[in-house]
Nanobody
Framework: VQLQASGGGLVQVGGSLKLSCEIF????????AGWFRQTPGSERDFVAA????????NYVDSVKGRFTLSRDNGKNMVYLEMNSLKPEDAALYYC?????????????????WGQGTLVTVSS
């Protein structure tokens, strides 16, 4: 299983970005997925996670109302739409896939990871 994240870039405070994650080698449809982020010297933090059918989506409190996670099982894609970006949102963003259908906030539950896509927010 391989995951390829894309869509990161440089954006001004208050701007928007949409991250994409394409999954290769396994149908996404039966598995939960999530987004995490990491800054230098820090641990990988939970951002959002979704169950296999999109029925349950959880977000870290700091992004609620600004970020939207979605998935398209037919395209084997997971997305993270980020609006009203703040300087503290700047990080390397990773998508990840579980081996079961639920979602999880814990990075160590995820065996499959993408390479990360960098989000920079300028003030």
């Amino acid at each position: 299983v391989q995951l390829q994240a894309s869509g990161g870039g440089l954006v001004q405070v208050g701007g928007s970005l949409k991250l994409s994650c394409e999954i290769f080698g396994r149908p996404l449809s039966n598995y939960g997925a999530g987004w995490f982020r990491q800054t230098p010297g820090s641990e990988r933090d939970f951002v959002a996670a979704v169950s296999w059918n999109g029925g349950v989506i959880n977000y870290v409190d700091s992004v609620k109302g600004r970020f939207t996670l979605s998935r398209d099982n037919g395209k084997n894609m997971v997305y993270l739409e980020m609006n009203s970006l703040k300087p503290e949102d700047a990080a390397l963003y990773y998508c990840a896939m579980l081996q079961y259908g639920g979602g999880s906030r814990r990075p160590y539950d995820y065996p499959h990871w993408g390479q990360g896509t960098l989000v920079t927010v300028s003030s």
